[in-house]
């Protein structure tokens, strides 16, 4: 147990499809983070909340769409995806942005599958 | 910009064997350095990490790792692996007082019984 827990952990959508991936982080964190994980790649950062407001976004394309309601849920809306957007998508959460012990909590992940 | 090299991809080793796998990094300033562990099925979580102080530090099931700040490298390393450590490692780097953390392509690690 993580204490972040994504769903779906499977996701098979077609291009023209309108999906989301959920995260809630139970640790009482203030920063969020998208990451996307692609075989023979390293983790590539897509977003950064941080008290749920938007600190960074990596150069992600439109298609890709974050929403953070609160601290404690984190949200990524596909839209229009493409077959190489297929990966694994971890969602993950920290004490702090800056500082602290620096350590990530991570989930376990979300596997998409675009068709 | 700040970027992490693990050049090895996938290492074998029987139980027993010692490990160490190279991590090296690109950054001038203050870094804080972690390794994370990824068990098949499982999620990413902290093996050890490095922040100041004693540039040897010790983490969870026998791992350790020397930060040498001369060569910008922070490898892992364990006496004698097991099984059960068979996973994927990955080194990370972030810049001192800042979380956004860079990580390495990752080394897959096969103990083989």
């Known amino acids: 147990e993580t204490g972040v827990t994504q769903t779906p952990r499977h996701l098979v959508m077609g291009m023209t499809n309108k999906k989301s991936l959920k995260c809630e982080q139970h640790?009482?964190?203030?920063?969020m983070y998208w990451y996307k994980q692609s075989a023979k790649k390293p983790l590539e950062l897509m977003f950064v909340y941080n008290f749920k407001e938007q600190t960074e976004n990596n150069s992600v394309p439109s298609r890709f769409s974050p929403e953070c309601p609160n601290s404690s849920h984190l949200f990524l809306h596909l839209h229009t995806l493409q077959p190489e957007d297929s990966a694994l998508y971890l969602c993950?959460?920290?004490?702090?942005?800056?500082?602290?012990?620096?350590?990530?909590?991570f989930g376990e992940g979300s596997r998409l599958t675009v068709l | 910009a700040q970027s992490v090299s693990q050049h090895n991809h996938h290492v074998i080793l029987s139980e027993a064997a010692s490990l160490e796998l190279g991590c090296n990094y690109s950054?001038?300033?203050?870094?804080?350095l972690f390794w994370y562990v990824q068990y098949p099925g499982q999620h990413l979580q902290l093996l050890l990490k490095y922040f100041s102080g004693d540039p040897l530090v010790k983490g969870i099931k026998g791992f350790e790792a020397e930060f040498i700040k001369s060569k910008f490298s922070f490898n892992l390393r364990k006496p004698s692996v097991q099984w059960s450590d068979t996973a994927e490692y990955f080194c990370?780097?972030?810049?001192?007082?800042?979380?956004?953390?860079?990580f390495g392509t990752g080394t897959k690690l096969q103990v083989i019984p």
């Open positions: 993950a959460s920290s004490q702090d942005l800056a500082g602290g012990t620096g350590e990530l909590f």
């Open positions: 950054y001038g300033g203050t870094v804080n």
């Open positions: 640790l009482g964190h203030n920063a």
């Open positions: 990370a780097v972030t810049p001192g007082g800042y979380q956004k953390v860079t």
